[in-house]
């Protein structure tokens, strides 16, 4: 007997982020597959699928939003729920990976929750993972699998290069940690063509935590030039705004004379719109990896789709494609 192999593509959505998985299954032109998702009283979940997954490619879509271990646990038992149903290979498809921050240990007695998550995403029976912007390249070294790891870099500065005016820009990295990814705007803000191409330069925020502290941070000196120049200020997530308002104030302060904001996962949490409302900042731009609620909206800030991109990328994993050439090698 000879059986000639076939692939078939499905996608699943948990309810982290369901209307980034229509769209993503909208440009894929592949209808999301049939789940049953429920919360028992107890707060434990439950997951069945509605159909045959066996010797499927599946991909279970979910963003690590709130509540965030309960997105987390969602995915995990989707996963778990598949692997036991004979899908052939799963990939674990987050749009924001939650935990990154965590990466290493900052003081004694720390985790490093980055690689728990990883872990159970292993042990759950994940075959590959794609994530988009995680906090540090190396978090992939967690994982004992494939990982194609996106970025909204592309999306982002193809916006921007139309709403900046000014020639001359300078990306500000919030801290020292974020040069890579100010090199990633800077190059592709300067690849425009005509009155699209900008001329730009790069510069640092030195910043400072108090030990012991989350979610505090002040912007306390400039490397760089910014004196009459369009700032723009990237980082990937923006949680409680402190970091990139701080120095938003700085760059004003020291002769910007228009800042921007640039970031992949739009978290806005606790005073973070209240912040950035209040911030001397012309747009805040984002994408939807994460929901953002009516509730967080304000006037100056634009959330594009990361849909097209990932679609993209998933089409290439299921077809063995390269996925790096979509970013020009440059989603490491």
Same mark, same amino acid.
């Given at each position: 007997?000879?059986?000639? +192999?076939?692939?078939?593509?499905?996608?699943?959505?948990?309810?982290?982020? =369901?209307?980034?998985?229509?769209?993503?299954? /909208?440009?894929?032109?592949?209808?999301?597959?049939?789940?049953?998702?429920?919360?028992?009283?107890?707060?434990?979940?439950?997951?069945?699928? #509605?159909?045959?997954?066996?010797?499927?490619?599946?991909?279970?879509?979910?963003?690590?939003?709130? +509540?965030?271990?309960?997105?987390?646990?969602? %995915?995990?038992?989707?996963?778990?729920?598949?692997?036991?149903?004979?899908?052939?290979?799963?990939?674990? &498809?987050?749009?924001?990976?939650?935990?990154?921050?965590?990466?290493?240990?900052?003081?004694?007695?720390?985790?490093?929750?980055?690689?728990?998550?990883?872990?159970?995403?292993?042990?759950?029976?994940?075959?590959?993972?794609? !994530?988009?912007?995680?906090?540090? #390249?190396?978090?992939?070294?967690?994982?004992?699998?494939?990982?194609?790891?996106?970025?909204?870099?592309?999306?982002? !500065?193809?916006?921007?290069?139309?709403?900046?005016?000014?020639?001359?820009?300078?990306?500000?990295?919030?801290?020292?940690?974020?040069?890579?990814?100010?090199?990633?705007?800077?190059?592709?803000?300067?690849?425009?063509?005509?009155? /699209? %191409?900008?001329?730009?330069?790069?510069?640092?925020?030195?910043?400072?935590?108090?030990?012991?502290?989350?979610?505090?941070?002040?912007?306390?000196?400039? &490397?760089?030039?910014?004196?009459?120049?369009?700032?723009?200020?990237?980082?990937?997530?923006?949680?409680?705004?402190?970091?990139?308002?701080?120095?938003?104030?700085?760059?004003?302060?020291? /002769?910007?004379?228009? &800042?921007?904001?640039? =970031?992949?996962?739009?978290?806005?949490?606790? +005073? !973070?719109?209240?912040?950035?409302?209040?911030?001397?900042?012309?747009?805040?731009? @984002?994408?939807?990896?994460?929901?953002?609620?009516?509730?967080?909206?304000?006037?100056?800030?634009?959330?594009?789709?990361?849909? +097209?991109?990932?679609?993209?990328?998933?089409?290439?994993?299921?077809?063995?494609?390269?996925?790096?050439?979509?970013?020009? #090698?440059?989603? @490491?």
């Amino acid at each position: 007997m000879e059986v000639v +192999p076939r692939k078939k593509l499905m996608l699943f959505s948990g309810r982290g982020n =369901a209307a980034l998985s229509e769209e993503i299954a /909208g440009h894929l032109e592949v209808p999301l597959g049939d789940v049953v998702l429920s919360t028992f009283a107890n707060g434990e979940l439950y997951c069945r699928y #509605g159909e045959s997954i066996r010797g499927a490619d599946v991909f279970i879509l979910q963003s690590h939003c709130e +509540p965030i271990n309960d997105r987390i646990i969602e %995915q995990l038992i989707m996963i778990d729920a598949a692997k036991r149903a004979s899908a052939k290979r799963i990939t674990a &498809v987050c749009a924001f990976y939650g935990y990154t921050r965590q990466d290493r240990k900052a003081e004694g007695r720390e985790p490093i929750t980055a690689r728990l998550v990883a872990d159970m995403l292993t042990a759950a029976g994940a075959n590959r993972v794609v !994530a988009v912007d995680l906090h540090t #390249g190396q978090i992939q070294g967690f994982f004992n699998m494939p990982v194609d790891h996106l970025t909204a870099v592309p999306i982002l !500065a193809a916006y921007l290069r139309t709403e900046i005016e000014d020639d001359e820009v300078t990306v500000v990295a919030p801290d020292a940690g974020g040069g890579k990814l100010a090199r990633r705007f800077a190059d592709y803000l300067a690849d425009g063509n005509g009155a /699209g %191409q900008k001329h730009t330069d790069l510069a640092f925020i030195d910043k400072r935590r108090p030990k012991g502290t989350h979610n505090v941070a002040v912007a306390t000196e400039i &490397v760089g030039e910014i004196e009459g120049r369009t700032c723009l200020l990237v980082d990937d997530m923006i949680d409680t705004a402190g970091t990139v308002t701080s120095a938003a104030d700085l760059l004003v302060e020291r /002769g910007a004379s228009d &800042v921007f904001i640039a =970031a992949t996962h739009g978290l806005l949490s606790g +005073p !973070a719109v209240d912040r950035l409302k209040n911030a001397p900042v012309r747009q805040v731009v @984002v994408t939807n990896t994460l929901p953002i609620p009516d509730d967080k909206r304000f006037d100056n800030l634009v959330v594009l789709s990361i849909a +097209p991109i990932v679609a993209e990328a998933l089409d290439a994993v299921f077809e063995d494609t390269s996925v790096s050439e979509i970013f020009r #090698g440059d989603n @490491v």
